[in-house]
C-alpha cells in the first residue's frame, strides 16, 4: 500500500477530521463569531470550488476544445460516461489516481473521436495557474463574510493531482472548513458529505447557505434544510445527457441557450448579498480616497445636493474620486441612499475651449432623450461658489467596464456579444438625428478630418523633441489621402471598451462615459478609434491591447469584422478606405504620447520613464505609417488599367544620328488616353494620360532628346575618348538640365529626409541647384559589402570631430572635379547591435586625409569625368554636425534613402534597350545576307519580338513601382522597387545583346553605343546592389505578404 494510498484512506480521514471538528468547534464557541451577525440567520457559506469559485471543469473543457480542434462537448461527455462508476467519479472519490484516471479517460475519448486525443494537455489546462484562479468577486465576498464573523466552508467533488496533494487552488486561511470528496472518499451528492461538512462547521443545515452550480449538488442540500443559491455555470449540449450523473453535471438549460459564465459570480453575490442583508462589496470600482488637492467642500456640496434632489435629512455625505477622469475630476458621492456623480472642471486658470463639462451636460442631456444609453444627467451648476468650479451631477451607474479588451474569464460566445454590444451603441450614437434633439450647432459640419488633421500635426509639432521619420511621413500623407466625408454625425471622439459600462449579466451597454471630446464629425473616426487595441500588443502600457491574441479562439471579432458589423448595422456600403481611419487614429496617440513625453522631461518623471515613453510615440506612429502604406496599396490595386485594345505609337528613339542611322522610328506602345486614366491617381502608361502641365513637360523632354542631346553623343563619345576627359564636358554642362544622375539624387532624398536645415542649407541647395556633385563612399573592397553590415571603415569620436579611417572602392562621382560632398558609411559602435552599428557622415570633399587611389574601369570603360575611385580615408576629420540623423542610424538612413533616384537606373536601362531595339530594326531592314534582308530571317524576327515584349514587361513594372512610390510611399513600393532593380539590368542586357548580335562585329565597337550600354547595364547588376540581393528580398516580402 503506497503511502498516498494510505493518507487518502477514509478511515484515517475521519480520525483527522474529527480531531478537526474538536478543535474548530471550540474555536468558533470561544471567539462567538456568530454573535456580530446583523440580524442574519445564518452562520455559514459553503461554496462548491470548480465552477463556483473557480472556472468550472465544463468552462475550461471547452476552451481546451477550441484550442485543440477537438469536437466540442467531447470531453464532457467522456467525464460522464459510466456516471458514478465512471473513471471521472471514481478519480473523485480518489478510487483511481490521476495517471488511472488519464489513462482512462485517454482512451474513453479516443474511442469517442477514433483518433488519440491529448487529455494530459486537458488535465495540465485544468489544474494550471493560469486558469485555476479565485473570482476576484468571490474573494470579495468571503472577506466580507468573514469580517461580518460568519464562517466559510468549501464542499468540493475534487481529485488529487500527481504531486498527491488534492487540487486545491485556494487561500486556505479563507475558510474554516475544506472538504473534498477526494479525501472522503465520498461525492456530492451522497448526503454524508454534506452532513460532515456541517458537522465539521458546528451547525446546523438551516444555518448555512449552499452555493453551487449543479442542480443535483443543490437538489440534495435543499432537501437536507440547507439554504441553496445555484451559481449558473456552463452550458452543454443536453442532448448528450443519459443518466442520472450526466443530469447533475448539465445544467439543464434547453439547448442552444449558454449561460454567460462571466457574470455567474457576480449574480450570485448578489443573491447572497439579499439573503445576508449586507454588502459583500468592498467599495465602488476605481475609487480611491478624496486627494488632498483634489478636495471639495463637503457642507456646500451637501447643501446643493439636498436642495437639488429635494430631500431633508440625510445621513453624512460619502466622496470618492475615481481613477480615471485626469482632465475633468470625477467623484463619487454617496448621500441618503442615492448613489452620484459629479464631474468638474480642474482648479485654476483654464484654455477657453478646455474641460468643457457644459458640453458633455449638454450632450449627454440630449442623448438620452434619443435613447442613447448615457448616464442620467441631473443638473449642470455653473455657479462657482457652490464647490469652487462649474461642475454637472449625474446618477451613478453601476455596471461592469472591461478594462481589459481580451475580456479574460469570458465564453467566446460572450465576448463576441460583448464587442457587438459596442458596435450597436456606436450605431446608436452615429444615427441620432441631430436636428430632433438639438445638436446641429454642437460642432462644424464638414470636413472633420481635416480640421482634426490639422490640429494634431500643430499639436505634435508643439511637442516635437526629434524628427520621427514615421511622423513626418504621416504629416505629409495625411492631407494628401483625406476621405470625402459622406456623413456628419455625434462623435465621442474617444470611443474605448472601458469607456463603456456593461450589464452585469447581460452583454448589453448600460452607459457611454467620458463625453469630453465628443463634437459633431465623420463617424468612421470613432469606428476606427474603438479598434486600436486590435493592433496593440497587451503589454502596451497605455491602452492594452490584442494583437497579441489569437482572436479567433477568443471570439471576439477581427477589426475588418468589425467595421463590417458596423456598416451593415447602419445599412452602409463597406468602408473600403478604413485603413486611412487607422493611420489616423493611430497618428493622433503618437501625437498625443508625444505631448506626454514632452511633458515627462520637463516634469518629475524618472529618465526611464520619459524614454519609455518616447519609445511609445515612435511605435505607434510606425503603426500609423503602417496602415498609410496598405491604404496605398489597396488604392493602387483598385485604379483603372488601361484598355490594351487601344494603342498608338511613338517615336523615342532620335530619328538621324551617326548611331541611329536610319531614321526609322523606334516605338513603345503608349495606350490611347481615355478619361479614366486621367482621373486622379490612375496608373499613367501613356503620354497622353498624363496631365496637361506634365504633358507639357514631356514633350519639352522629347524636343530637347531630339534637338540637343542625340546630336551631341558623338561629341560627347570624343570627349570621353581625350586626354581632357576628367574634366567635365562643356557640352554637358551646357545641357545639363535633368540634374538627375546617381547618386546624386539619392543623396539629396538623403538631405532631404534626414538633414538638419544647416545641412541642407550647405549641401542640398547646391546638389538641386546643379551646382555641386556628390558621391556615396560605402563598398569597401576587403568586405562583400552587399552585406552593408559588413562594413569596416571606422567613425571615432574625438573632441567635437569624428575621425573616420577607412579603404573604399567603386565610388562612383569622386573623381569628378565638381564632387564636393562624400557621403560616407562607417561604424560607430562595433558592439552595438547589427544594424546599429553604422553611421553616415557628411564629409566635405576638401577635407585632408581623403586620398584617391585610382580611377577603376567597368570592362575598360573609366566612366570620366566622375569615374568609379579607390580611395583610402586617413584621419578624416568631420565636425559632429556633419553626423546625419545621429550614431547608429545608418541603417535606418540606408533604408529611407530607397527613393525614386533608386529606380532612376531602370527608367535609363529601359531608355538603353528601346535604343538598342531602335538600332538593331534600323540595322536588320538595311543589311543583306544570303539574299535578303536579315529581318527576313525567322530568328531575327524572333529576336525583335522577344525584346518588344521583355521592354514592355519591364517599363509596366517601372511605372508601377513609380506609381506606387508617388502614391503611397517608398516603404509601400519596396516590393515593387526591389522587383524592377532585379528585373531590368537582366532584361536590358539581354535586349542589347540581341541587338549587338544582329549588328556583327560592328555591335562591339564604339562606332555605335551599343557596347557601352551593354557594359552599363552589365555594371548595373552590381552597383545598385547585387541581382541577389534583390530577389532575396523579393522572395522574402513574397514570403511574408502573399499567401
Ligand atoms: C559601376 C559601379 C558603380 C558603383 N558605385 C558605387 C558607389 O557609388 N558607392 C558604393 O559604395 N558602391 C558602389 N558600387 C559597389 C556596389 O555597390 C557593390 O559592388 C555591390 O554592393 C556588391 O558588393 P561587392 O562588390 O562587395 O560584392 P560581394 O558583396 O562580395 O558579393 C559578391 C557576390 O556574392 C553574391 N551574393 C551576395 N549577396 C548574396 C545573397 N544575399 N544571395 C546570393 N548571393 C549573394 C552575388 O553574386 C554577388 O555578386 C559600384 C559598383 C559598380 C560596378
Not at 633 to 656: C, D, G, I
Amino acid at each position: 500500500m503506497c503511502v498516498r494510498s494510505c493518507f487518502q484512506s477514509p478511515r484515517l480521514q475521519w480520525v483527522w477530521r474529527t480531531a478537526f471538528l474538536k478543535h474548530t468547534q471550540r474555536r468558533h464557541q470561544g471567539s462567538h463569531r456568530w454573535t456580530h451577525l446583523g440580524g442574519s440567520t445564518y452562520r455559514a457559506v459553503i461554496f462548491d470550488m470548480g465552477g463556483v469559485l473557480i472556472p468550472s471543469p465544463g468552462r475550461v473543457a471547452a476552451e481546451w476544445e477550441v484550442q485543440n480542434r477537438i469536437p466540442s462537448g467531447t470531453i464532457l461527455k467522456a467525464l460522464m460516461e459510466g456516471g458514478e462508476n465512471g473513471p471521472w467519479m471514481r478519480f473523485m472519490r480518489a478510487e483511481i489516481t490521476a495517471e488511472g484516471f488519464l489513462r482512462e479517460f485517454g482512451r474513453l475519448c479516443s474511442e469517442m473521436l477514433k483518433t488519440s486525443v491529448p487529455v494530459d494537455s486537458f488535465f495540465s489546462l485544468l489544474t494550471s495557474e493560469r486558469v485555476a484562479k479565485q473570482f476576484p468577486v468571490m474573494t470579495e465576498a468571503i472577506t466580507q463574510i468573514r469580517a461580518k464573523g460568519l464562517q466559510t466552508a468549501v464542499l468540493s467533488n475534487n481529485f488529487y493531482l500527481p504531486n498527491q496533494k488534492s487540487f486545491l487552488p485556494l487561500d486556505r486561511k479563507q475558510f474554516d472548513v475544506i472538504v473534498e470528496s477526494c479525501m472522503e472518499g465520498i461525492c456530492k451528492p451522497d448526503p454524508r458529505i454534506y452532513k460532515l461538512c456541517l458537522e465539521q462547521l458546528g451547525l446546523q443545515p438551516s444555518e448555512s447557505i449552499f452555493l453551487d452550480d449543479l442542480g443535483t449538488n443543490l437538489k440534495e442540500a435543499a432537501r437536507l434544510g440547507i439554504h441553496t443559491i445555484k451559481r449558473q455555470g456552463f452550458a452543454v449540449l443536453p442532448k448528450l445527457v443519459s443518466n442520472s450523473w450526466a443530469q447533475a453535471i448539465y445544467p439543464p438549460y434547453p439547448p442552444k441557450v449558454v449561460r454567460l459564465q462571466v457574470n455567474d459570480p457576480e449574480t450570485a453575490v448578489k443573491e447572497l448579498e439579499a439573503l445576508l442583508g449586507f454588502t459583500l462589496r468592498v467599495g465602488v470600482p476605481n475609487t480611491r480616497p478624496v486627494k488632498k488637492t483634489m478636495e471639495i467642500p463637503k457642507d456646500s456640496l451637501q447643501k446643493y445636493l439636498k436642495d437639488l434632489l429635494g430631500i431633508q435629512t440625510t445621513g453624512p455625505l460619502e466622496l470618492l474620486q475615481f481613477d480615471h477622469g485626469q482632465s475633468n475630476p470625477t467623484y463619487y458621492i454617496r448621500l441618503a441612499n442615492r448613489d452620484l456623480v459629479l464631474r468638474k472642471k480642474p482648479p485654476g486658470t483654464l484654455l477657453p475651449s478646455a474641460h468643457a463639462i457644459e458640453r458633455e451636460f449638454r450632450i449627454m442631456k440630449a442623448l438620452a432623450n434619443a435613447g442613447v444609453p448615457v448616464p442620467n444627467v441631473l443638473d449642470l451648476c455653473e455657479d462657482s461658489s457652490v464647490i469652487g468650479t462649474p461642475f454637472y451631477v449625474m446618477e451613478y451607474c453601476p455596471g461592469l467596464i472591461y478594462k481589459d479588451p481580451s475580456l479574460p474569464g469570458l465564453e467566446p460566445s460572450h465576448r463576441r456579444a460583448i464587442y457587438t454590444a459596442m458596435n450597436t451603441v456606436l450605431c446608436k450614437i452615429h444615427s441620432v438625428d441631430l436636428q430632433a434633439v438639438g445638436l446641429e450647432d454642437y460642432g462644424k459640419q464638414g470636413d472633420y478630418i481635416p480640421r482634426q488633421v490639422r490640429t494634431w500635426v500643430k499639436q505634435y509639432r508643439a511637442s516635437e523633441t526629434s524628427t520621427i521619420p514615421a511622423m513626418e511621413r504621416l504629416i505629409e500623407w495625411l492631407p494628401l489621402h483625406l476621405p470625402r466625408q459622406q456623413r456628419t454625425t455625434v462623435v465621442h471622439g474617444d470611443f474605448r471598451l472601458d469607456n463603456l459600462v456593461f450589464h452585469p449579466e447581460e452583454p448589453e451597454v448600460l452607459a457611454v462615459l467620458d463625453w469630453e471630446l465628443s463634437t459633431l464629425g465623420d463617424p468612421l473616426a470613432d469606428v476606427a478609434y474603438s479598434c486600436l487595441a486590435h493592433y496593440l500588443p497587451s503589454s502596451f502600457p497605455v491602452l492594452r491591447g490584442i494583437n497579441d491574441c489569437d482572436l479567433t479562439q477568443l471570439g471576439i471579432p477581427a477589426a475588418e469584422e468589425y467595421f463590417r458589423m458596423y456598416c451593415l448595422q447602419m445599412g452602409l456600403p463597406p468602408t473600403e478606405n478604413w485603413n486611412f481611419y487607422m493611420a489616423f487614429s493611430f497618428f493622433r496617440v503618437a501625437a498625443i504620447l508625444q505631448g506626454v513625453y514632452k511633458r515627462s522631461l520637463t516634469g518629475q518623471a524618472s529618465s526611464t520613464y520619459a524614454e519609455q515613453t518616447g519609445k511609445l510615440t515612435e511605435f505607434v506612429s510606425n503603426l500609423a505609417w503602417d496602415f498609410a502604406v496598405k491604404e496605398g496599396f489597396r488604392v493602387f490595386k483598385e485604379m483603372p488599367f488601361t484598355n490594351p485594345l487601344t494603342r498608338s505609337y511613338h517615336t523615342w528613339a532620335r530619328p538621324q544620328s551617326q548611331w541611329c542611322p536610319t531614321g526609322s522610328r523606334s516605338y513603345s506602345s503608349v495606350p490611347e488616353a481615355s478619361p479614366a486614366h486621367t482621373s486622379r491617381g490612375g496608373l499613367v502608361i501613356s503620354p497622353e494620360s498624363l496631365s496637361p502641365p506634365v504633358r507639357e513637360l514631356y514633350h519639352r523632354l522629347k524636343h530637347f532628346m531630339e534637338q540637343r542631346v542625340y546630336p551631341a553623343e558623338p561629341e560627347l563619345q570624343s570627349h570621353q575618348a581625350s586626354a581632357a576627359r576628367w574634366s567635365p564636358s562643356p557640352l554637358i554642362e551646357d545641357l545639363k538640365v535633368c540634374n538627375c544622375s546617381a547618386p546624386d539624387t539619392g543623396n539629396m532624398e538623403l538631405l532631404v529626409r534626414y538633414g538638419t536645415e544647416a545641412q541642407k542649407a550647405r549641401w542640398l541647395i547646391p546638389l538641386l541647384e546643379g551646382k555641386a556633385r556628390s558621391c556615396f563612399a560605402m563598398t569597401e573592397p576587403q568586405v562583400a559589402s552587399s552585406d552593408a553590415t559588413n562594413i569596416e571603415a571606422s567613425i571615432r569620436e574625438e573632441d567635437s570631430f569624428y575621425v573616420i579611417n577607412g579603404h573604399k572602392w567603386w565610388i562612383t562621382g569622386i573623381l569628378d572635379p565638381r564632387c564636393q560632398l562624400c557621403v560616407f558609411m562607417g561604424k560607430t559602435d562595433p558592439h552595438a547591435p547589427r544594424h546599429r552599428q553604422q553611421s553616415v557622415l557628411l564629409v566635405p570633399m576638401d577635407t585632408p586625409g581623403i586620398k584617391i587611389i585610382r580611377p577603376l574601369t567597368v570592362y575598360g570603360l573609366e566612366d570620366a569625368p566622375g569615374g568609379h575611385g579607390e580611395v583610402r580615408f586617413e584621419h578624416v576629420r568631420v565636425p559632429k554636425e556633419n553626423m546625419v540623423l545621429g550614431p547608429g542610424r545608418g541603417f535606418e538612413i540606408a533604408q529611407g534613402r530607397l527613393g525614386p533616384g533608386r529606380i532612376h537606373h531602370c527608367m535609363r536601362l529601359i531608355g538603353f534597350s528601346e535604343r538598342a531595339l531602335a538600332l538593331m530594326k534600323a540595322r536588320v531592314k538595311s543589311r543583306l545576307a544570303f539574299g535578303k534582308p536579315l529581318v527576313e530571317q525567322g530568328t531575327v524576327l524572333a529576336d525583335i519580338a522577344q525584346s518588344r515584349v521583355e521592354i514592355e514587361q519591364a517599363r509596366l513594372l517601372v511605372l508601377r513601382a513609380a506609381h506606387l512610390m508617388d502614391l503611397a510611399g517608398n516603404k509601400a513600393a519596396a516590393l515593387d522597387i526591389a522587383m524592377i532593380k532585379m528585373v531590368a539590368p537582366s532584361m536590358a542586357s539581354r535586349v542589347i545583346d540581341r541587338a549587338i548580335q544582329a549588328f556583327g562585329a560592328a555591335g562591339l565597337s564604339s562606332d555605335y553605343p551599343l557596347a557601352q550600354f551593354f557594359t552599363w547595364a552589365r555594371a548595373l547588376r552590381f552597383a545598385d546592389g547585387p541581382d541577389e540581393v534583390h530577389r532575396a528580398t523579393v522572395a522574402k516580402l513574397e514570403l511574408k505578404h502573399r499567401i
